[in-house]
């Protein structure tokens, strides 16, 4: 008895199918690998933005204090805070921002997303203001004081007479005691001489 015997035609079609089959299972699986790389990039790439944002915000405040403690003028303490806080916003809308111009017209874009940079632009310059609003009311006092301050010693400087210090009162009024002690002494010698010849 023959065994049977495919034809080579057959043999041909049946493998290429086989290989279609391969090559359709692999596409898809490369496909899933790629899109779940994409968006674990995606998660990391958000999660990364929100600790850059966290990071700014407190490193604002920080920073200002750090400004304020060496004794860095105001101007420069609240444009280093409103950088630092602003800059996560910044980059957002930086990075979704285009703009194009050609011969005929122009036109410019936020991006997918904008609302996302905008809402980081106000939570910024919110943290900025609040962080550097005491330092600035403690400064405008301290320098409205000093003002005072120096307009009482200037109106002071008419006086003729000014109070000595504690010292030299306490060295005035050691003097006097003496000097009357001197007088009382030198009357009572007087006093006496006089009663002697008197007698």
């Given at each position: 008895?023959?065994?049977?015997?495919?034809?080579?035609?057959?043999?041909?079609?049946?493998?290429?199918?086989?290989?279609t089959?391969?090559?359709?299972?692999?596409?898809?699986y490369?496909?899933?690998?790629?899109t779940?790389?994409?968006?674990?990039?995606?998660?990391?790439?958000?999660?990364?933005?929100?600790?850059?944002?966290?990071?700014c915000?407190?490193?604002?405040?920080?920073?200002?204090?750090?400004?304020?403690?060496?004794?860095?003028?105001?101007?420069?303490?609240q444009?280093?805070?409103?950088?630092?806080?602003?800059?996560?916003?910044l980059?957002?809308?930086?990075?979704?921002?285009?703009?194009?111009?050609?011969?005929?017209?122009?036109?410019?874009?936020?991006?997918q997303?904008?609302?996302i940079?905008?809402?980081k632009?106000?939570?910024?310059?919110?943290?900025?203001?609040?962080?550097?609003?005491?330092?600035?009311?403690?400064?405008?006092?301290?320098?409205?004081?000093?003002?005072?301050?120096?307009?009482?010693?200037?109106?002071?400087?008419g006086?003729?007479?000014?109070?000595?210090?504690m010292?030299?009162s306490?060295?005035?009024?050691?003097?006097?005691?003496?000097?009357?002690?001197?007088?009382?002494?030198?009357?009572?010698?007087?006093?006496?001489?006089?009663n002697?010849?008197?007698?």
């Amino acid at each position: 008895m023959l065994a049977p015997h495919t034809p080579p035609e057959l043999d041909s079609v049946i493998d290429s199918e086989e290989s279609t089959q391969i090559n359709q299972e692999t596409v898809r699986y490369l496909s899933h690998i790629e899109t779940k790389l994409y968006a674990d990039i995606q998660a990391r790439k958000r999660i990364d933005s929100g600790l850059l944002f966290i990071a700014c915000q407190f490193s604002s405040c920080s920073l200002s204090w750090l400004l304020f403690e060496l004794q860095v003028t105001l101007s420069i303490i609240q444009v280093a805070s409103a950088v630092v806080s602003l800059l996560p916003g910044l980059i957002d809308v930086g990075d979704s921002f285009s703009f194009s111009i050609s011969s005929e017209s122009w036109e410019f874009t936020l991006g997918q997303k904008p609302l996302i940079g905008i809402i980081k632009l106000l939570i910024g310059g919110a943290v900025s203001l609040q962080g550097t609003s005491k330092i600035t009311t403690e400064i405008i006092n301290t320098q409205s004081q000093i003002a005072q301050t120096y307009n009482e010693i200037r109106s002071s400087e008419g006086l003729s007479f000014q109070l000595p210090n504690m010292g030299l009162s306490l060295l005035i009024g050691l003097s006097a005691v003496a000097l009357i002690g001197i007088f009382k002494k030198f009357s009572n010698t007087d006093n006496t001489g006089v009663n002697q010849n008197e007698d």
